[in-house]
T-cell receptor, first 112, second 118 residues
Framework: DGGITQSPKYLFRKEGQNVTLSCEQN?????MYWYRQDPGQGLRLIYY???????QKGDIAEGYSVSREKKESFPLTVTSAQKNPTAFYLC???????????FGEGSRLTVL | AQTVTQSQPEMSVQEAETVTLSCTYD???????LFWYKQPPSRQMILVIR??????QNATENRFSVNFQKAAKSFSLKISDSQLGDTAMYFC???????????????FGKGTKLSVIP
């Protein structure tokens, strides 16, 4: 089955630690996105990539980093510089320019 | 920069009734797309419906239809014959069609939580 897989579903982190969220897709999509979802805030774009080996900052990129070494994979690292990392993180992919995003099931990060 | 506003944080509707969710947007772009996405309690978000701004005809997908008023920059979603499975967060989203204007980023509203009551 084609789709997007995010892992882990739940993650706990101590303050000061970096953590990496995985996102893999087998839809052959060029574009991939990371969104952060907080209650009452909607979805806010962290980073996006339209092609392998290229990515751009979204609206709230501070404290996050990404890589796009393979078309299928777009991991997100939440660094210790992110002041308020506890949130629900959604990965998505799309055919470039279509606007139809296919989402993963999300990863919930809690900082203890 | 584009903004998308959903003025109804929460709504409820009786099963089998019709409900309309509101969305307004602000943009200087002339060519763009508008979307409604649904996020059920299971959390996986899916596309409900899409509208191209250059099309005057309102998009329809089964029980879901939109009322697109370009001059008013309004894009409401109507759900007919509401079902329990329609219970979800609904997000309105905007995307400029020109790749130079944000490189195909979607801007989302803050969402409307819809509850369908049996």
């Amino acid at each position: 089955d084609g789709g997007i897989t995010q892992s882990p579903k739940y993650l706990f982190r101590k303050e000061g630690q970096n953590v990496t969220l995985s996102c893999e897709q087998n839809l052959n999509h060029d574009a991939m996105y990371w969104y952060r979802q907080d209650p009452g805030q909607g979805l806010r774009l962290i980073y996006y990539s339209q092609i392998v080996n290229d990515f751009q900052k979204g609206d709230i990129a501070e404290g996050y980093s990404v890589s796009r070494e393979k078309k299928e994979s777009f991991p997100l690292t939440v660094t210790s510089a992110q002041k308020n990392p506890t949130a629900f993180y959604l990965c998505a992919s799309s055919i470039r320019g279509s606007g139809e995003l296919f989402f993963g099931e999300g990863s919930r990060l809690t900082v203890l | 920069a584009q903004t998308v506003t959903q003025s109804q944080p929460e709504m409820s509707v009786q099963e089998a009734e019709t409900v309309t969710l509101s969305c307004t947007y602000d943009t200087s772009e002339s060519n763009y797309y508008l979307f409604w996405y649904k996020q059920p309690p299971s959390r996986q978000m899916i596309l409900v419906i899409r509208q191209e701004a250059y099309k005057q005809q309102n998009a329809t997908e089964n029980r879901f239809s939109v009322n697109f008023q370009k001059a008013a920059k309004s894009f409401s979603l109507k759900i007919s014959d509401s079902q329990l499975g329609d219970t979800a967060m609904y997000f309105c989203a905007f995307m400029a069609a020109d790749s130079g204007a944000g490189s195909y980023q979607l801007t989302f509203g803050k969402g409307t939580k819809l509850s369908v009551i049996p």
